[in-house]
């Protein structure tokens, strides 16, 4: 298992480039299988849940070309509509092939995702959202099994809560259906609004994208398309803690600004000085000491849950008492333990973590739990007297593309054990 060696005290400097977002390559990859024509995906970041949608989509039957970051999948025939469990075991966003293989086959058979470590991250929304479009779901020997032989039929649908890909999931379905789908509660991320993009661009009757209300009226058929992924806004957060916790002066490019709203304004408050050289670029220093401030995660457009382990190792060295609640997921903790290991002042109280502030980072050996966990160890490992080395960094090698050379591009010294 490859571990990363981080010497920290080196304010990063210059600039880093972004990659496509991963959580939308993600269900844009998923929406191939709704056509028989060739779809081209561009600025696909080369990672590893991308390279198991790959094969999720190979195993549907799906020819899948990769070209640097422009992916071609064609899904000419579906000979296997299910998503395997060995597949899903290791990615649990395989969920979102469910709603289109259901559209486009009236059959799809997925694994039903295990636990998680950031919670226990149940597909029941999915499930519901897909019955009320018409389809007959059991479940049986740890696979859904999705039917609807006679072809999905619109319908309405209000979310219990607030979930991103089951309201993906939804849409995939329903604009193969027939008849009108308004989904109530819809979740408004910008990965959301890229699906849409995408969709109506293969022929998708799609309103209200970004909105809680997402109206669709079925077509018969989709066509091919060519489609650039937005970039992606979690991994623009992660590389502007990191140059603001190493107090070095770093700008983020060829990223979306408005995607991080509320993320920017935490940073602000916290005594980070934000300016924007252009409109894809984002540009970090902190002149004086950091604040302490507090983040409660919240759905798009409030704070990404996403960004809070990150966040949390920028608190650590902030002065004064930062509360973080994490309302998203049940267990989002699991780095702020390992950030005690490097000598950081955190206090678990159920959903919400008490980080004081300013305390000295010291070098550790610590582990990486989840992917955004692991971020926040990287982020802390750049601040840290002497050596961090992080164990288990195949979590972040899920969602990041090579951070540690581009970590290094910006002056870390960062290097990969293997
Ligand atoms: N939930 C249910 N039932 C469901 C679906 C969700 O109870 O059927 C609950 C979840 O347990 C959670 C809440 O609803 O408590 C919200 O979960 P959501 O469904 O929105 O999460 P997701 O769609 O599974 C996506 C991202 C996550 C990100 C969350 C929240 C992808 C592939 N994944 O997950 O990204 O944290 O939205 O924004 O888009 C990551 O990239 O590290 C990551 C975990």
């Known amino acids: 298992m490859d571990k990363f060696a981080i010497q920290g ?5 210059g600039e880093i480039a972004v990659s496509g977002a991963k959580n939308s390559a ?43 970051e422009r ?3 064609q899904a000419a025939v579906i000979e296997h509509p299910e998503a395997p469990y060995d597949l899903v075991k290791t990615m649990r966003a395989s969920s979102l092939v469910l709603g289109p293989l259901a559209a486009r086959c009236g059959r799809a058979r997925v694994s039903v995702p295990g636990g998680c470590a950031i919670g226990a991250r149940p597909i029941n929304l999915h499930v519901s959202a897909l019955e009320s479009l018409g389809a007959t779901i059991h479940q049986e020997h740890g696979y859904i099994e999705a039917r609807a032989p006679q072809g999905l ?32 509660n819809a979740a408004r991320e910008p990965e959301v609004v890229d699906l849409a993009a995408l969709l109506i661009k293969m022929g998708a009757r799609i309103e ?16 091919g398309a060519e489609h650039r992924i937005i970039p992606d806004r979690i991994e623009t957060g992660t590389f502007l803690a990191a140059g603001a916790i190493t107090r070095g002066d770093l700008t983020v490019t060829g990223c979306e600004p408005e995607h991080l709203g509320a993320f920017l304004a935490k940073l602000r408050e916290a005594g980070v000085e934000i300016a924007k050289p252009s409109a894809t670029a ?42 973080l609640t994490e309302t998203i ?22 959903r919400r973590a008490l980080v004081a502030g300013a305390t000295t980072l010291s070098g550790a ?41 581009k970590l290094a591009g910006v002056g870390a010294r960062i290097r990969r054990i293997s």
Do not use: W
């Open 329 to 350: 997921f049940e267990n989002r903790f699991m780095h702020a333990l390992e950030l005690a290991r490097m000598g950081a002042n955190i206090r678990l109280d159920g």
């Open 365 to 405: 050996e610590v582990i990486a739990s989840d992917l955004r966990a692991s971020a926040s160890l990287v982020i802390a490992g750049l601040a840290a007297h002497g050596e961090t080395l992080i164990d288990r960094v195949y979590h972040i090698d899920r969602g990041y593309e090579k951070i540690e050379t």
């Open 71 to 73: 992916v071609t999948v």
């Open 153 to 184: 039929k619109g319908g309405e649908v209000r979310f219990d809560r607030i979930t991103v890909t089951g309201t993906e999931d939804l849409l995939m379905a329903a604009v193969l259906a027939s008849g009108e789908t308004v989904i109530h």
């Open 208 to 223: 209200g994208a970004g909105t809680s209300v997402i109206r669709v009226t079925g077509v018969e058929r989709l066509r």
């Open 282 to 323: 984002i540009r970090v220093r902190v002149p004086g000491k950091l604040q302490s401030a507090d983040v409660t995660t919240e759905e798009h457009p409030g704070f990404a849950t996403d960004l809070q382990a990150q966040f949390m190792a920028l608190m650590t060295q902030a002065e004064g008492i930062s509360i």
């Open 26 to 68: 993600l269900p844009a990859l998923a929406a191939c299988l709704l056509t028989s024509e060739a779809v081209t995906l561009d600025r696909i970041p080369p990672v590893r849940d991308i390279a198991t949608m790959e094969r999720l989509l190979e195993h549907a039957g799906a020819r899948v070309v990769v070209d640097g």
């Open 9 to 13: 005290g080196v304010p990063l400097e």
